[in-house]
């Protein structure tokens, strides 16, 4: 089997204390070797006390998801595995019957438990972080779905630690999936000059995190919470990064179609086809939506629909640069993969103006050549508006559209087990930390 990545022990991250910025700091594997030299081929080894084992459920606005990590105890440990399934839809459907929440993660450990050894049960952790799905929710009743979680892994053979079940902060989803991306395409070596920025785009939020080459970047930020800084390999990091709530996909069709608060009605859009009229859930709702038969239709009134949804909303960071690269997962893959832009297990690297062109072929043909999801053009368009409008990539700017890196989920799910794993925590604002760790780097 081939290793994906050199990853864990001895991975620790120290608050350091601080004002005015989000803060944190990490000594991030000490490696004698560069990223690129530790990708061997094992075989496993006959000692099955040196194999350890970690479950991460990703609960979602639209779906939750299992990843089953399995770490090999080498000189150092080794990423040798990753089991994923997912299943829809998100646990914030079952809003007024939790029960199902727990009826949802009470499948999907079953995954676990087919890849897990039995012997290995009870020292392997299982942990669930929920994302904007839960934080959209009342806080009582995002509790209470939690609670059937808690409650599920309680009852599971698995180790449950105390803080096993929480919904994450919008921050930590940047970060983590900046830190796991970046490790995976080699650029946490000390001999990196550069790194990656990501775009994540979920049902009910979307990340932006980046390193900055331009201090203005940094000094011109709105607010102390869109800086997270910690060390990695003796070196800085001090990334402009931020989480939009009410800014994913699926929250976006309901700010573009003035459905947001709004009951009882049909909810009408020059995004859908004007003889469609369908029902569409999101949230634990179902709303009544439809094309417009009397009004206009296409990619132009389309757009004004999606761009107040971002404009006055999404901040433009100082610096955007085109050389610095970008990968960009979640629901910006699935739509480019839907639209026919990239291929759906290779992925591929498209220009922001793609996304562009291929929303006004299919928003101009909407009568004609109707597309095979309703919600296509609406969604495309959202997503040029989002790049363009939002965080002001230029039209040229070059995405790399991804699923996997190294046959490894592109979302935050590894940086967050080892965030568990090893106690990390990414600190915010103007918190101040009275009894601070340091760290022998």
Same mark, same amino acid.
């Given at each position: 089997m081939e290793a994906v990545a050199a990853l864990l022990l001895p991975l620790l991250l120290c608050a350091l204390p601080g004002h005015g910025r989000a803060q944190a700091g990490s000594s991030l594997l000490d490696l004698t070797h560069g990223i690129g030299g530790l990708l061997p081929r094992l075989s496993r080894p006959a000692n099955h006390s040196r194999i350890h084992y970690a479950v991460m459920f990703d609960a979602g606005s639209t779906g939750t998801r299992i990843h089953v990590y399995t770490f090999i105890q080498n000189k150092l440990p080794i990423l040798d595995n990753e089991m994923f399934q997912s299943i829809k839809p998100g646990l914030s459907a079952y809003v007024n019957s939790p029960e199902m929440a727990g009826h949802t993660v009470r499948m999907?450990?079953?995954?676990?438990?087919?890849?897990?050894?039995?012997?290995?049960?009870?020292?392997?952790?299982?942990?669930?972080?929920?994302?904007?799905?839960?934080?959209?929710?009342?806080?009582?009743?995002?509790?209470?779905?939690?609670?059937?979680?808690?409650?599920?892994?309680?009852?599971?053979?698995f180790?449950?630690?105390?803080?096993?079940?929480?919904?994450?902060?919008?921050?930590?989803?940047?970060?983590?999936?900046?830190?796991?991306?970046?490790?995976?395409?080699?650029?946490?070596?000390?001999?990196?000059?550069?790194?990656?920025?990501?775009?994540?785009?979920?049902?009910?939020?979307?990340?932006?995190?980046?390193?900055?080459?331009?201090?203005?970047?940094?000094?011109?930020?709105?607010?102390?919470?869109?800086?997270?800084?910690?060390?990695v390999f003796?070196?800085?990091?001090?990334?402009?990064?931020?989480?939009?709530?009410?800014? &994913? @996909?699926?929250?976006?069709?309901? *700010?573009a179609?003035?459905?947001?608060?709004?009951?009882?009605?049909?909810? =009408?859009?020059? +995004?859908?086809?004007?003889?469609?009229?369908?029902?569409?859930?999101?949230?634990g709702l179902t709303y009544q939506v439809s094309g417009d038969p009397e009004g206009l239709s296409g990619y132009k009134p389309c757009y004004l629909e999606v761009q107040k949804v971002v404009q006055g909303v999404i901040h433009q960071p100082h610096e955007l640069q085109d050389t610095s690269a970008f990968y960009a997962f979640s629901y910006y893959f699935d739509r480019a993969v839907d639209a &026919? @832009?990239?291929?759906?297990?290779? *992925?591929?690297r498209l220009e922001v103006r793609?996304?562009?062109?291929?929303? =006004?072929?299919? +928003?101009?043909k909407l009568?004609?050549?109707?597309?095979?999801?309703?919600?296509?053009c609406l969604d495309l368009t959202y997503i040029t508006a989002l790049l363009k409008d939002g965080f002001g990539f230029k039209e040229t700017t070059v995405l790399q559209l991804t699923k996997k890196v190294r046959n490894v989920e592109a979302s935050w799910a590894l940086g967050a087990i080892l965030d568990?794993?090893?106690?990390?925590?990414?600190?915010?604002?103007?918190?101040?930390?009275?009894?601070p760790v340091t760290c022998d780097l």
């Open positions: 999907l450990l079953k995954v676990a438990k087919q890849t897990v050894p039995r012997v290995e049960w009870k020292r392997t952790p299982v942990i669930l972080r929920a994302t904007a799905g839960l934080r959209l929710l009342p806080k009582q009743r995002a509790h209470a779905l939690l609670d059937q979680v808690q409650h599920v892994f309680d009852e599971s053979p180790l449950v630690p105390d803080d096993s079940v929480s919904i994450m902060d919008g921050t930590n989803e940047g970060v983590l999936a900046w830190i796991t991306m970046n490790f995976l395409t080699g650029h946490l070596s000390p001999q990196s000059q550069k790194t990656v920025g990501i775009l994540d785009l979920g049902g009910g939020s979307t990340q932006i995190t980046f390193l900055p080459k331009l201090r203005k970047t940094i000094e011109s930020v709105p607010s102390a919470d869109y800086v997270a800084r910690f060390d003796n070196s800085s990091f001090e990334l402009y990064t931020y989480s939009y709530l009410g800014n &994913g @996909l699926m929250a976006a069709r309901l *700010g179609l003035g459905a947001l608060g709004a009951k009882g009605t049909v909810f =009408k859009s020059s +995004c859908l086809p004007k003889k469609f009229r369908d029902e569409w859930s999101f949230g &026919g @832009l990239i291929d759906g297990e290779r *992925g591929g793609d996304f562009k062109r291929r929303a =006004k072929e299919i +928003c101009n009568t004609s050549s109707p597309p095979s999801g309703p919600f296509l568990h794993l090893h106690n990390m925590k990414i600190h915010r604002g103007d918190e101040t930390f009275p009894n």
